[in-house]
DNA sequence: GGCAGGTGTCATCAG
DNA sequence: GTCTGATGACACCTG
Protein backbone atom coordinates (compact mmCIF):
# COMPACT_ATOMS: atom_id res chain seq x y z
CA UNK A 1 0.00 0.00 0.00
CA UNK A 2 1.01 3.42 -0.69
CA UNK A 3 0.28 6.60 0.73
CA UNK A 4 0.04 9.40 -1.14
CA UNK A 5 -0.42 13.19 -0.02
CA UNK A 6 -1.92 15.00 -2.60
CA UNK A 7 -3.06 18.44 -2.20
CA UNK A 8 -5.89 20.14 -3.25
CA UNK A 9 -6.88 23.78 -3.69
CA UNK A 10 -9.80 25.04 -2.40
CA UNK A 11 -12.60 26.82 -4.42
CA UNK A 12 -14.36 29.26 -2.84
CA UNK A 13 -32.39 46.40 2.25
CA UNK A 14 -61.86 72.14 12.87
CA UNK A 15 -67.01 78.14 16.11
CA UNK A 16 -69.50 79.46 16.63
CA UNK A 17 -71.10 80.29 13.76
CA UNK A 18 -72.44 82.90 15.36
CA UNK A 19 -75.00 85.22 13.38
CA UNK A 20 -76.53 83.71 10.81
CA UNK A 21 -77.86 85.32 7.30
CA UNK A 22 -81.54 85.54 6.56
CA UNK A 23 -83.51 83.91 4.22
CA UNK A 24 -86.82 82.53 3.35
CA UNK A 25 -88.36 79.87 5.21
CA UNK A 26 -90.11 76.47 5.22
CA UNK A 27 -92.23 78.20 7.83
CA UNK A 28 -93.14 80.35 5.49
CA UNK A 29 -93.95 78.24 2.82
CA UNK A 30 -95.99 75.55 4.77
CA UNK A 31 -97.82 77.87 6.67
CA UNK A 32 -99.26 79.53 3.55
CA UNK A 33 -97.81 82.80 3.62
CA UNK A 34 -96.08 82.68 0.24
CA UNK A 35 -93.17 84.81 0.04
CA UNK A 36 -94.40 88.28 -2.01
CA UNK A 37 -93.81 87.54 -5.90
CA UNK A 38 -92.36 83.93 -5.61
CA UNK A 39 -91.88 82.25 -8.44
CA UNK A 40 -94.81 81.47 -10.73
CA UNK A 41 -93.08 79.00 -12.77
CA UNK A 42 -95.63 75.99 -12.97
CA UNK A 43 -93.02 73.48 -12.05
CA UNK A 44 -92.88 75.81 -8.84
CA UNK A 45 -96.19 75.80 -8.58
CA UNK A 46 -96.35 72.40 -8.35
CA UNK A 47 -93.60 71.66 -5.87
CA UNK A 48 -95.25 74.71 -4.30
CA UNK A 49 -98.45 72.60 -4.01
CA UNK A 50 -96.71 69.34 -3.31
CA UNK A 51 -95.48 71.29 0.16
CA UNK A 52 -98.41 72.79 0.71
CA UNK A 53 -100.29 69.31 0.79
CA UNK A 54 -98.25 67.86 4.03
CA UNK A 55 -100.53 68.27 6.43
CA UNK A 56 -97.91 67.21 8.89
CA UNK A 57 -95.41 69.83 8.01
CA UNK A 58 -98.29 72.52 8.83
CA UNK A 59 -98.48 71.33 11.58
CA UNK A 60 -95.05 71.57 12.81
CA UNK A 61 -95.06 75.18 14.69
CA UNK A 62 -91.65 77.21 14.60
CA UNK A 63 -91.27 77.26 18.73
CA UNK A 64 -91.49 80.45 20.07
CA UNK A 65 -89.82 83.41 18.92
CA UNK A 66 -88.03 83.42 21.91
CA UNK A 67 -86.82 79.53 21.57
CA UNK A 68 -86.01 80.74 17.72
CA UNK A 69 -85.44 83.94 16.98
CA UNK A 70 -83.48 84.71 20.02
CA UNK A 71 -81.46 81.59 20.95
CA UNK A 72 -80.44 80.07 17.83
CA UNK A 73 -77.98 82.71 17.20
CA UNK A 74 -76.31 81.98 20.45
CA UNK A 75 -73.15 80.08 19.37
CA UNK A 76 -71.91 77.37 21.86
CA UNK A 77 -68.21 78.13 21.29
CA UNK A 78 -65.67 78.83 18.39
CA UNK A 79 -65.87 75.67 16.51
CA UNK A 80 -64.72 76.29 13.05
CA UNK A 81 -63.16 78.41 10.49
CA UNK A 82 -65.89 80.33 9.58
CA UNK A 83 -64.72 80.48 5.96
CA UNK A 84 -65.74 76.79 5.75
CA UNK A 85 -69.51 77.18 6.14
CA UNK A 86 -69.58 78.53 2.58
CA UNK A 87 -71.17 81.32 2.43
CA UNK A 88 -69.37 83.22 -0.46
CA UNK A 89 -70.71 83.01 -3.54
CA UNK A 90 -69.39 84.64 -5.76
CA UNK A 91 -71.11 83.35 -8.75
CA UNK A 92 -74.61 84.24 -8.01
CA UNK A 93 -76.58 85.56 -10.96
CA UNK A 94 -79.71 88.26 -10.21
CA UNK A 95 -81.96 88.21 -7.33
CA UNK A 96 -85.37 87.98 -8.74
CA UNK A 97 -87.15 91.42 -8.24
CA UNK A 98 -89.64 89.58 -6.27
CA UNK A 99 -87.36 88.16 -3.94
CA UNK A 100 -87.28 91.65 -2.23
CA UNK A 101 -86.61 90.13 0.56
CA UNK A 102 -86.56 93.20 2.90
CA UNK A 103 -90.12 93.51 2.10
CA UNK A 104 -91.29 90.46 2.81
CA UNK A 105 -93.23 89.61 6.50
CA UNK A 106 -92.34 85.93 6.40
CA UNK A 107 -88.87 86.72 8.13
CA UNK A 108 -91.60 86.99 11.25
CA UNK A 109 -91.21 83.90 13.36
CA UNK A 110 -88.78 82.50 10.01
CA UNK A 111 -86.53 79.96 11.81
CA UNK A 112 -83.99 80.60 8.95
CA UNK A 113 -83.37 84.49 9.19
CA UNK A 114 -79.95 83.46 8.68
CA UNK A 115 -81.39 82.40 5.25
CA UNK A 116 -81.50 85.58 3.31
CA UNK A 117 -80.75 85.32 -0.07
CA UNK A 118 -77.29 84.53 -0.91
CA UNK A 119 -77.19 86.98 -3.66
CA UNK A 120 -78.98 89.43 -2.01
CA UNK A 121 -76.59 89.27 1.04
CA UNK A 122 -73.72 89.56 -0.92
CA UNK A 123 -74.98 92.47 -2.65
CA UNK A 124 -75.38 94.22 0.74
CA UNK A 125 -73.67 93.02 3.45
CA UNK A 126 -70.23 90.94 2.65
CA UNK A 127 -69.49 90.53 6.21
CA UNK A 128 -72.77 87.97 7.23
CA UNK A 129 -72.46 84.85 8.06
CA UNK A 130 -69.40 82.93 8.97
CA UNK A 131 -66.87 84.81 6.91
CA UNK A 132 -65.44 86.51 9.94
CA UNK A 133 -65.68 84.95 13.04
CA UNK A 134 -64.56 87.58 15.61
CA UNK A 135 -67.77 89.46 14.24
CA UNK A 136 -69.98 86.49 14.98
CA UNK A 137 -68.84 86.11 18.40
CA UNK A 138 -69.60 89.33 18.70
CA UNK A 139 -73.35 88.49 17.68
CA UNK A 140 -74.15 86.15 20.19
CA UNK A 141 -77.47 86.42 21.34
CA UNK A 142 -79.56 86.71 24.52
CA UNK A 143 -79.45 82.75 26.02
CA UNK A 144 -82.29 80.73 26.05
CA UNK A 145 -85.75 82.03 27.24
CA UNK A 146 -85.85 80.28 30.99
CA UNK A 147 -88.85 78.39 29.97
CA UNK A 148 -87.67 76.74 27.35
CA UNK A 149 -84.52 75.65 29.07
CA UNK A 150 -85.93 74.66 32.15
CA UNK A 151 -88.20 72.15 29.93
CA UNK A 152 -85.62 70.95 27.81
CA UNK A 153 -83.25 70.19 31.15
CA UNK A 154 -86.08 68.80 32.99
CA UNK A 155 -86.86 66.62 29.99
CA UNK A 156 -83.69 65.33 29.51
CA UNK A 157 -81.39 65.19 32.58
CA UNK A 158 -79.74 62.45 33.28
CA UNK A 159 -76.94 60.86 35.47
CA UNK A 160 -74.68 62.73 32.56
CA UNK A 161 -75.69 65.95 32.46
CA UNK A 162 -75.25 67.53 28.87
CA UNK A 163 -73.81 64.43 28.28
CA UNK A 164 -76.60 62.99 26.64
CA UNK A 165 -79.86 65.32 27.16
CA UNK A 166 -82.46 63.40 24.75
CA UNK A 167 -81.29 59.61 25.47
CA UNK A 168 -84.76 59.51 26.71
CA UNK A 169 -86.36 61.15 24.14
CA UNK A 170 -85.30 59.25 21.25
CA UNK A 171 -86.87 56.62 22.40
CA UNK A 172 -89.81 54.73 24.65
CA UNK A 173 -93.29 57.04 25.84
CA UNK A 174 -91.96 60.18 24.19
CA UNK A 175 -91.58 58.33 20.71
CA UNK A 176 -95.00 57.42 20.98
CA UNK A 177 -96.34 61.08 22.27
CA UNK A 178 -94.62 62.29 18.96
CA UNK A 179 -96.76 59.76 16.68
CA UNK A 180 -99.85 60.62 18.60
CA UNK A 181 -99.28 64.28 18.17
CA UNK A 182 -98.53 64.13 14.54
CA UNK A 183 -100.44 61.46 12.80
CA UNK A 184 -103.65 62.42 12.67
CA UNK A 185 -103.42 63.03 8.64
CA UNK A 186 -100.50 61.01 7.74
CA UNK A 187 -100.70 60.27 3.69
CA UNK A 188 -100.70 56.72 2.70
CA UNK A 189 -97.82 56.12 0.52
CA UNK A 190 -97.37 53.72 -2.19
CA UNK A 191 -95.02 51.13 -2.39
CA UNK A 192 -93.45 52.75 -4.56
CA UNK A 193 -92.91 56.04 -2.99
CA UNK A 194 -90.57 54.29 -0.85
CA UNK A 195 -87.21 54.44 -1.54
CA UNK A 196 -85.24 51.18 -1.50
CA UNK A 197 -82.22 53.22 -0.11
CA UNK A 198 -84.46 55.09 2.03
CA UNK A 199 -81.99 56.25 4.61
CA UNK A 200 -83.90 56.16 7.40
CA UNK A 201 -82.26 55.01 10.69
CA UNK A 202 -84.51 51.71 11.47
CA UNK A 203 -83.14 52.13 15.04
CA UNK A 204 -84.48 55.82 15.48
CA UNK A 205 -87.21 55.65 13.35
CA UNK A 206 -90.58 54.06 14.03
CA UNK A 207 -92.16 51.31 11.72
CA UNK A 208 -93.91 51.63 8.39
CA UNK A 209 -97.66 52.31 8.36
CA UNK A 210 -98.72 49.54 6.10
CA UNK A 211 -101.61 46.84 5.89
CA UNK A 212 -98.48 44.61 6.86
CA UNK A 213 -98.16 46.36 10.04
CA UNK A 214 -101.13 46.87 11.93
CA UNK A 215 -99.36 47.11 14.95
CA UNK A 216 -99.07 50.91 14.16
CA UNK A 217 -101.96 51.80 13.18
CA UNK A 218 -103.43 51.24 16.78
CA UNK A 219 -105.14 53.93 19.00
CA UNK A 220 -102.06 56.28 20.17
CA UNK A 221 -99.68 55.44 17.85
CA UNK A 222 -101.18 56.62 14.93
CA UNK A 223 -99.93 56.23 11.26
CA UNK A 224 -97.28 58.76 10.87
CA UNK A 225 -93.51 57.77 9.94
CA UNK A 226 -91.19 60.11 10.18
CA UNK A 227 -90.34 58.75 6.92
CA UNK A 228 -93.78 60.19 5.55
CA UNK A 229 -92.90 63.63 6.84
CA UNK A 230 -89.27 63.22 5.35
CA UNK A 231 -90.57 61.44 2.31
CA UNK A 232 -93.16 63.85 1.26
CA UNK A 233 -91.74 67.03 2.17
CA UNK A 234 -88.57 65.59 0.51
CA UNK A 235 -90.09 63.87 -2.47
CA UNK A 236 -91.44 67.78 -3.36
CA UNK A 237 -88.47 68.51 -3.32
CA UNK A 238 -86.55 66.42 -4.91
CA UNK A 239 -88.86 67.00 -7.75
CA UNK A 240 -87.85 69.99 -7.82
CA UNK A 241 -84.28 69.29 -8.00
CA UNK A 242 -84.89 67.23 -10.38
CA UNK A 243 -86.33 69.74 -12.37
CA UNK A 244 -83.58 72.08 -11.74
CA UNK A 245 -81.33 70.12 -12.67
CA UNK A 246 -83.06 69.93 -16.19
CA UNK A 247 -83.65 73.44 -16.51
CA UNK A 248 -80.59 75.60 -14.80
CA UNK A 249 -82.24 78.83 -16.04
CA UNK A 250 -84.55 78.20 -13.12
CA UNK A 251 -81.47 77.55 -10.77
CA UNK A 252 -82.28 81.07 -9.02
CA UNK A 253 -85.34 80.77 -8.46
CA UNK A 254 -85.38 77.60 -7.32
CA UNK A 255 -82.86 78.12 -4.87
CA UNK A 256 -84.81 81.09 -3.60
CA UNK A 257 -88.24 79.24 -4.18
CA UNK A 258 -87.07 76.55 -1.60
CA UNK A 259 -83.87 78.72 -0.45
CA UNK A 260 -81.87 75.52 -1.51
CA UNK A 261 -79.20 78.03 -2.51
CA UNK A 262 -78.29 78.58 0.89
CA UNK A 263 -79.28 75.25 2.14
CA UNK A 264 -76.86 73.91 -0.07
CA UNK A 265 -74.38 75.53 2.14
CA UNK A 266 -76.20 75.79 5.05
CA UNK A 267 -77.46 72.08 5.51
CA UNK A 268 -75.02 70.12 3.59
CA UNK A 269 -73.62 67.17 5.51
CA UNK A 270 -71.39 66.80 2.46
CA UNK A 271 -69.47 68.74 0.13
CA UNK A 272 -70.54 71.28 -1.81
CA UNK A 273 -70.26 70.16 -5.05
CA UNK A 274 -71.64 73.33 -7.02
CA UNK A 275 -68.21 75.23 -7.75
CA UNK A 276 -67.94 78.19 -9.94
CA UNK A 277 -71.07 77.26 -11.16
CA UNK A 278 -73.01 80.48 -11.97
CA UNK A 279 -76.93 81.09 -11.57
CA UNK A 280 -76.40 82.38 -14.68
CA UNK A 281 -75.59 79.52 -16.37
CA UNK A 282 -78.63 78.12 -18.47
CA UNK A 283 -77.61 75.16 -20.00
CA UNK A 284 -74.98 72.60 -19.80
CA UNK A 285 -74.81 71.61 -16.14
CA UNK A 286 -70.96 71.83 -15.12
CA UNK A 287 -69.05 68.64 -14.60
CA UNK A 288 -68.45 68.21 -10.68
CA UNK A 289 -65.17 66.43 -9.25
CA UNK A 290 -64.87 64.15 -6.89
CA UNK A 291 -66.58 64.65 -3.67
CA UNK A 292 -63.98 63.61 -1.75
CA UNK A 293 -61.42 65.94 -3.18
CA UNK A 294 -63.36 68.52 -1.67
CA UNK A 295 -63.12 67.25 2.05
CA UNK A 296 -60.47 68.99 3.95
CA UNK A 297 -59.06 68.46 7.20
CA UNK A 298 -59.65 71.32 9.76
CA UNK A 299 -59.37 72.13 13.53
CA UNK A 300 -62.52 72.65 15.37
CA UNK A 301 -61.30 73.34 18.53
CA UNK A 302 -58.38 75.29 19.81
CA UNK A 303 -56.00 72.25 21.04
CA UNK A 304 -58.07 69.67 19.70
CA UNK A 305 -57.80 67.89 16.46
CA UNK A 306 -61.07 66.76 14.73
CA UNK A 307 -61.60 65.39 11.51
CA UNK A 308 -64.39 67.00 9.74
CA UNK A 309 -65.32 68.14 6.22
CA UNK A 310 -65.71 71.38 4.88
CA UNK A 311 -68.16 72.85 2.30
CA UNK A 312 -65.91 74.01 0.05
CA UNK A 313 -66.99 77.88 -0.93
CA UNK A 314 -69.11 79.01 -3.49
CA UNK A 315 -72.14 76.92 -5.46
CA UNK A 316 -75.38 77.35 -5.46
CA UNK A 317 -77.38 75.20 -7.39
CA UNK A 318 -76.15 71.98 -5.74
CA UNK A 319 -79.47 69.85 -5.15
CA UNK A 320 -80.20 69.51 -1.55
CA UNK A 321 -79.47 66.27 0.20
CA UNK A 322 -81.97 64.07 2.08
CA UNK A 323 -81.40 65.13 4.91
CA UNK A 324 -81.28 68.69 3.84
CA UNK A 325 -84.63 68.64 2.88
CA UNK A 326 -85.58 66.35 5.85
CA UNK A 327 -83.65 69.21 8.26
CA UNK A 328 -85.14 72.22 6.24
CA UNK A 329 -88.88 70.69 6.28
CA UNK A 330 -88.69 70.20 9.80
CA UNK A 331 -86.98 73.58 10.58
CA UNK A 332 -84.02 72.47 12.15
CA UNK A 333 -82.40 75.84 13.66
CA UNK A 334 -78.86 74.56 13.39
CA UNK A 335 -76.17 73.98 10.18
CA UNK A 336 -75.57 70.24 9.05
CA UNK A 337 -72.17 71.31 9.64
CA UNK A 338 -72.84 71.75 13.45
CA UNK A 339 -75.31 68.86 13.66
CA UNK A 340 -72.40 66.27 12.52
CA UNK A 341 -69.33 67.79 13.32
CA UNK A 342 -69.18 69.14 16.86
CA UNK A 343 -67.64 67.46 19.35
CA UNK A 344 -70.65 65.33 21.35
CA UNK A 345 -70.38 67.84 24.72
CA UNK A 346 -70.93 70.37 22.26
CA UNK A 347 -73.47 69.07 19.99
CA UNK A 348 -75.58 67.91 23.34
CA UNK A 349 -75.19 71.05 24.82
CA UNK A 350 -76.24 72.79 21.40
CA UNK A 351 -79.41 70.96 21.71
CA UNK A 352 -79.88 72.52 24.81
CA UNK A 353 -79.77 75.67 23.93
CA UNK A 354 -83.35 75.09 21.09
CA UNK A 355 -86.26 73.75 21.83
CA UNK A 356 -86.46 70.94 19.64
CA UNK A 357 -89.51 69.14 19.41
CA UNK A 358 -89.06 64.69 19.34
CA UNK A 359 -89.29 64.56 15.73
CA UNK A 360 -87.10 67.09 15.44
CA UNK A 361 -84.82 65.51 18.04
CA UNK A 362 -84.56 62.31 16.30
CA UNK A 363 -83.62 63.69 13.18
CA UNK A 364 -80.79 65.58 13.89
CA UNK A 365 -79.53 62.54 15.66
CA UNK A 366 -80.20 60.53 12.61
CA UNK A 367 -78.58 63.28 10.67
CA UNK A 368 -75.35 62.99 13.00
CA UNK A 369 -75.28 59.49 13.08
CA UNK A 370 -75.26 59.33 8.98
CA UNK A 371 -72.94 62.56 8.61
CA UNK A 372 -70.46 60.56 10.55
CA UNK A 373 -71.13 57.40 8.97
CA UNK A 374 -70.70 58.84 5.43
CA UNK A 375 -67.93 60.31 6.92
CA UNK A 376 -66.21 57.17 8.24
CA UNK A 377 -67.38 55.21 5.23
CA UNK A 378 -65.44 57.60 3.13
CA UNK A 379 -62.29 57.04 5.00
CA UNK A 380 -62.68 53.42 6.06
CA UNK A 381 -62.79 53.18 1.75
CA UNK A 382 -59.63 55.42 1.60
CA UNK A 383 -57.71 52.69 4.10
CA UNK A 384 -59.19 50.09 2.02
CA UNK A 385 -57.64 51.65 -0.97
CA UNK A 386 -54.28 52.47 0.68
CA UNK A 387 -54.24 48.78 1.99
CA UNK A 388 -54.77 47.44 -1.58
CA UNK A 389 -51.88 49.57 -2.99
CA UNK A 390 -49.76 48.89 0.15
CA UNK A 391 -50.61 44.98 -0.48
CA UNK A 392 -49.33 45.43 -3.92
CA UNK A 393 -46.57 46.85 -3.86
CA UNK A 394 -45.33 44.52 -1.01
CA UNK A 395 -46.27 42.11 -3.81
CA UNK A 396 -44.73 43.41 -6.53
CA UNK A 397 -41.63 43.58 -3.98
CA UNK A 398 -41.98 39.69 -3.01
CA UNK A 399 -42.38 38.55 -6.68
CA UNK A 400 -38.77 40.60 -7.27
CA UNK A 401 -37.70 39.14 -4.34
CA UNK A 402 -38.36 35.92 -5.60
CA UNK A 403 -37.06 36.05 -9.08
CA UNK A 404 -33.74 37.51 -7.30
CA UNK A 405 -33.98 34.26 -5.51
CA UNK A 406 -34.45 32.32 -8.31
CA UNK A 407 -31.77 33.67 -10.32
CA UNK A 408 -29.51 33.30 -7.45
CA UNK A 409 -30.18 29.13 -7.18
CA UNK A 410 -29.91 29.32 -10.99
CA UNK A 411 -26.36 31.07 -10.73
CA UNK A 412 -25.02 28.67 -7.92
CA UNK A 413 -26.47 25.34 -9.24
CA UNK A 414 -24.50 26.34 -12.50
CA UNK A 415 -21.13 27.15 -10.25
CA UNK A 416 -21.69 23.71 -8.94
CA UNK A 417 -22.21 21.66 -11.83
CA UNK A 418 -18.64 23.62 -12.62
CA UNK A 419 -16.98 22.70 -9.71
CA UNK A 420 -18.14 19.45 -10.17
CA UNK A 421 -16.49 19.18 -13.23
CA UNK A 422 -13.57 20.82 -12.06
CA UNK A 423 -13.26 18.17 -9.51
CA UNK A 424 -13.62 15.36 -11.86
CA UNK A 425 -11.29 16.68 -14.15
CA UNK A 426 -8.60 17.02 -11.13
CA UNK A 427 -9.49 13.75 -10.32
CA UNK A 428 -8.77 12.09 -13.48
CA UNK A 429 -5.62 14.13 -13.46
CA UNK A 430 -4.54 12.74 -9.60
CA UNK A 431 -4.95 9.02 -10.87
CA UNK A 432 -3.03 9.57 -13.88
CA UNK A 433 0.15 10.29 -12.06
CA UNK A 434 -0.02 7.61 -9.71
CA UNK A 435 2.06 4.18 -10.46
CA UNK A 436 1.75 1.24 -8.82
CA UNK A 437 5.00 -0.98 -7.50
CA UNK A 438 5.61 -2.18 -10.87
CA UNK A 439 5.12 1.04 -12.41
CA UNK A 440 1.84 0.45 -13.96
CA UNK A 441 -1.16 3.60 -13.21
CA UNK A 442 -4.34 2.45 -10.52
CA UNK A 443 -7.28 1.57 -12.57
CA UNK A 444 -9.84 4.27 -11.32
CA UNK A 445 -12.12 1.06 -11.44
CA UNK A 446 -10.51 -0.94 -9.03
CA UNK A 447 -9.02 2.05 -6.25
CA UNK A 448 -10.64 5.32 -4.82
CA UNK A 449 -8.79 8.54 -3.48
CA UNK A 450 -10.33 9.18 0.13
CA UNK A 451 -9.19 11.99 2.59
CA UNK A 452 -8.70 11.63 6.12
CA UNK A 453 -9.65 14.17 8.90
CA UNK A 454 -5.91 15.48 8.82
CA UNK A 455 -5.67 16.01 5.50
CA UNK A 456 -3.89 12.87 4.29
CA UNK A 457 -4.79 11.28 1.31
CA UNK A 458 -5.37 7.77 0.74
CA UNK A 459 -6.03 5.49 -1.96
CA UNK A 460 -8.27 2.96 -1.29
CA UNK A 461 -9.33 -0.22 -3.41
CA UNK A 462 -13.07 -0.60 -3.99
CA UNK A 463 -13.39 -4.11 -2.40
CA UNK A 464 -12.15 -2.50 0.85
CA UNK A 465 -15.25 0.47 0.06
CA UNK A 466 -17.66 -2.38 -0.25
CA UNK A 467 -16.35 -3.74 3.32
CA UNK A 468 -16.84 -0.76 4.68
C1' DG B 1 -78.49 47.55 -21.62
C1' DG B 2 -74.52 45.95 -19.06
C1' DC B 3 -70.54 47.15 -16.42
C1' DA B 4 -67.39 49.39 -13.23
C1' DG B 5 -66.42 52.86 -9.98
C1' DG B 6 -68.09 56.09 -6.57
C1' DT B 7 -71.15 57.14 -2.94
C1' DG B 8 -74.64 56.99 0.78
C1' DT B 9 -76.86 54.25 4.04
C1' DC B 10 -77.81 50.51 7.20
C1' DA B 11 -76.66 46.67 10.19
C1' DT B 12 -73.43 44.84 12.98
C1' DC B 13 -69.47 44.41 15.78
C1' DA B 14 -65.87 45.84 18.88
C1' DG B 15 -63.69 49.03 21.97
C1' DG C 1 -76.21 50.13 28.60
C1' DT C 2 -74.74 53.70 25.49
C1' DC C 3 -71.81 55.88 22.22
C1' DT C 4 -68.81 55.81 18.41
C1' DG C 5 -65.75 54.26 14.78
C1' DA C 6 -64.92 50.54 11.48
C1' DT C 7 -66.56 47.73 7.99
C1' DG C 8 -69.34 44.51 5.03
C1' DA C 9 -73.29 44.62 2.29
C1' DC C 10 -76.60 46.69 -0.48
C1' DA C 11 -78.76 50.09 -3.52
C1' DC C 12 -78.35 53.85 -6.44
C1' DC C 13 -76.11 56.98 -9.66
C1' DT C 14 -73.06 58.12 -13.33
C1' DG C 15 -69.88 57.74 -17.11
Not at 182 to 211: H, I, K, M, T
Not at 369 to 385: F, I
Amino acid sequence: MCFLFVYFSNYKEVAAPGRLCGGVSIHANLTGVRPHGAPQDSDMDVAWQELMAITELQEFQVPSEGSYESTQYQSVQPMAPAGDYGMVQPHCGPLPAAWDLSAADTHEGCCYPEEMSTCSRLSSNTETGYENPEHQLGQRMLPVSSHAQSSLMSMTSTSKGHRRPNACLSQGLNRHMMWTTLGQNAPVRSADDLESDSGLSLGSSPPLASPDNPAVGTPGYHNLDMSLVYKDCEDSMAEHTRRARVNYSMDCQSQSYLHSGEHASYFSPQPNLSYPQSCAVTSHPVKQPSPAAQYSVMTSRVGTHHTVFTKPQGGSSTPMSRDERRAAALKIPFPMEKIINLPVDDFNELLTQYTLNDTQLALVRDIRRRGKNKVAAQNCRKRKLESIIHLERELNHLQAQRDHLVQERLEFTRSLAFIKCRLTDLYKEVFSHLRDQDGQPYSVDDYSLQQTPDGSIYLVPHSMDNRE
